[in-house]
């Protein structure tokens, strides 16, 4: 079992595979172009199975497969398959915008794929093209049902950005309602990697718009996901990711490793280590010192309230 410096279990890895994207989500991504991390300085899939496996056997139980965006690299499908054959009952997931499912969805699921959230942000064409900054939208809802048909179960992350998608909250709950899909909006992360006129929502102000057309009450939180979930009068449940605030952060259980093997504590700290030289001289009695010395370190919560309100860390590069 992994125990954090304070007293928190963690056993949830957030793997990213690449930082590379084929959108540039304006909540993301700058508006001018930028270079990548050369190809090199990335782990390969045997390299980050190797971390993985070490994750797992000291007590990780749940792994999400995260980007960039992950479709991006090729053979996903096997190293999704390298972690569901290490052990029985893990909880393997990825996160993608979905542009690449229609093609990859079943084979993911063959490989031992069980879960799939994807961000879907509008089922407008040229409102997700706005955001994306590409028309982007017929492809993601095939690749939505492409893995629906694949019997993946989905999830659909949204974040709402003023002035672009603000109006569409109710028909994305009702897109998902009808499909029985959790929905969860994101409140929009200032970060130093967006376009400089995002502005997003507060939760309370997604609640406000939501409850114009619906009415619906607080679950009481159980677990450990950052979500806070509302139950509507028919039993449908959607969730708000309220990442400015902290009080999901005693329930924290989660870790992040880079595409290049940087160990992540928390989604708001600059502090971070790499095991990438561990990993490479196959040294895995280093690799765990690190992770439990990441995990020694890591933060009781986050610190938004109390630093500036813009985070530095590039979503695309920790993977969300
Ligand atoms: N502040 C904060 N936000 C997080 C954290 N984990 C996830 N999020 C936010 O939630 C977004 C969606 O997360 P997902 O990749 O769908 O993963 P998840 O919410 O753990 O998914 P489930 O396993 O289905 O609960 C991320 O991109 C982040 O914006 C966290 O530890 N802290
Ligand atoms: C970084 S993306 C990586 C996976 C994949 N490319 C995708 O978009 O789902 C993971 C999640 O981060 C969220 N995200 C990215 N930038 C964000 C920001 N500034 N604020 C809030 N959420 C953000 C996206 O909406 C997405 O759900
Ligand atoms: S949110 Fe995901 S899809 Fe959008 S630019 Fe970032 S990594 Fe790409
Ligand atoms: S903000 Fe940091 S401490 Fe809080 S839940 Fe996310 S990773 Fe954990």
Not at 32 to 57: G, M, N, Q, T
């Amino acid at each position: 079992m992994l125990i954090d410096g304070h007293g928190r279990e963690v056993d949830y890895l957030r793997v990213s595979v690449t930082e590379r994207c084929n959108f540039r989500c304006q909540y993301c991504m700058p508006e001018k172009p930028f270079s990548w991390v050369p190809r090199e300085e990335l782990l390969s899939y045997e390299e980050l199975f190797e971390f993985v496996k070490v994750a797992i056997d000291e007590g990780i139980r749940k792994v999400r497969i995260t980007g960039g965006e992950p479709l991006l690299r090729e053979g996903l499908d096997n190293f999704v398959k390298m972690i569901a054959e290490y052990k029985d009952g893990i909880d393997l997931a990825l996160t993608t915008n979905g542009y690449l499912l229609p093609q990859v969805a079943d084979k993911l699921a063959k490989a031992g794929l069980k879960r799939i959230n994807v961000s879907l942000d509008s089922l407008k064409e040229e409102v997700a093209e706005k955001i994306a900054q590409k028309n982007v939208l017929k492809k993601v809802l095939e690749g939505i049902q492409a893995a629906d048909d694949a019997g993946l179960k989905i999830k659909i992350n949204c974040v709402p950005m003023r002035g672009v998608n603000d109006k569409e909250l109710v028909d994305l709950i009702e897109f998902c309602r009808k499909r029985e899909y959790p929905i969860r909006f994101i409140e929009f992360m200032e970060n130093e990697h967006a376009h400089s006129g995002a502005k997003g929502y507060t939760s309370e102000q997604i609640q406000e718009i939501i409850g114009k057309d619906y009415k619906f009450k607080k679950v009481e939180r159980t677990g450990s996901s950052p979500s806070q979930d509302y139950e509507m009068e028919d039993g449908y449940v959607f969730g708000i990711i309220e990442p400015h605030k902290d009080d999901f952060c005693a329930t924290c259980n989660r870790i992040r490793l880079t595409a290049s093997g940087v160990l992540i504590p928390c989604l708001y700290f600059e502090d971070a280590q790499s095991i990438k030289e561990a990993i490479k001289n196959k040294d895995i009695k280093k690799a765990v010192e690190i992770l439990k010395d990441v995990l020694a370190k890591k933060p009781e919560k986050n610190r938004w309230s109390e630093d500036s309100k813009i985070s530095s860390r590039a979503f695309y590069e920790t993977g969300g």
